[in-house]
């Protein structure tokens, strides 16, 4: 019997198709987004700037495989993440 659950979950796990890297990409840039709309109202110190450059460069490293890849595809694989 447990043969028969370890083939089903590599089954399904074979089966998805979420692109981790890409969901891990989509809530760096969320991460960010939200980090830095609280300084539209006021000027980060250089402890929230460095915060800031930190969470720039991980979603720069994390989503360097996308920079290129079209809309179509990108919405497509956003809404994988949402599932």
Sequence with gaps: MKSISLVALFFFAACSNKDEQFCQC???GEELNEYTQQFFEKTPSAEEQNKGKELKEYKAK???EYQMMSGKIMRQKKVECEN
């Design 26 to 28: 989509l809530k760096a």
């Design 62 to 64: 994390v989503c360097k």
